[in-house]
């Protein structure tokens, strides 16, 4: 079946300016997760949903992010008045959350670069 | 808090053995680990429950000591496609479903 995907796969942007990140997630995937990768890092927690309930946003890094799912599938990530520091891969990825067991499906993630 | 893995990189000869560890300060509920390859999304392996359990998967396996919350994941007789960078995430004591990654240890395997 169709895997997780993300829109657009490359995103350049002026500093200032907001940006919107897609994820739709596998069908039937209850748990959607975002991450920040930079490069040559590790996998930065930024919010998961549960449904279009967001238990923990606490990764976050300020309040110019923000982020919403809807229906239950897709989720956008929203950064207003990008920085340079934003730079990363945004990584998307859902889980299917049964028995306890939540195993994650990432997305190919979008390529944002503030310049 | 982000667990601590070890090593940060490892460069094997085809047909070696490696083991990459991962250790938190925390109560696990459990442990996942993905690899990813340069430019690619990670890749889900394989995910441990506390419990103590060992899993396998090929010549790929994994154990979970929740006392020590502490996880090892064991790669047997190389392959050059093992190549890529390892993760593991931690799930805290309880089921939120929320992962908190290592910072990934880069493997290399030559011919």
């Known amino acids: 079946g169709a895997g997780v995907s993300q829109s657009p796969s490359n995103k350049v942007t002026e500093k200032g300016k907001d940006v919107e990140l897609r994820c739709d997630p596998i069908?039937?995937?209850?748990?959607l997760y975002w991450y920040r990768q930079s490069l040559g890092q590790g996998l930065e927690f930024l919010i998961y949903f549960q449904g279009n309930s967001a238990p923990d946003k606490s990764g976050l890094p300020s309040d110019r992010f923000s982020a919403e799912r809807t229906g239950g599938s897709v989720s956008t990530l929203t950064i207003q008045r990008t920085q340079q520091e934003d730079s990363a891969v945004y990584l998307c990825a859902s889980s299917p959350w049964t028995s306890g067991r939540n195993e994650q499906y990432f997305g190919p993630g979008t390529r944002l670069t503030v310049t | 808090q982000q667990p601590v893995q070890s090593p940060q990189a490892v460069i094997l000869r085809e047909g070696e053995d490696a083991v990459i560890n991962c250790s938190s300060s925390?109560?696990?509920?459990?442990v996942h680990w993905y690899r990813q390859k340069h430019g690619e999304a990670p890749v889900f392996l394989m995910i441990?429950?506390?419990?103590?359990e060992q899993k396998g998967h090929d010549k790929i396996s994994a154990s979970f000591n929740e006392k020590k919350q502490q996880s090892s994941l064991y790669l047997t007789a190389s392959q050059l496609s093992y190549s890529g960078t390892y993760f593991c995430g931690t799930e805290g004591s309880s089921n939120t479903g929320k992962l908190i990654f290592g910072q990934g240890t880069t493997l290399q395997v030559k011919p």
């Open positions: 069908s039937g995937h209850t748990a």
């Open positions: 441990l429950l506390k419990g103590g």
């Open positions: 925390k109560a696990l509920y459990s």
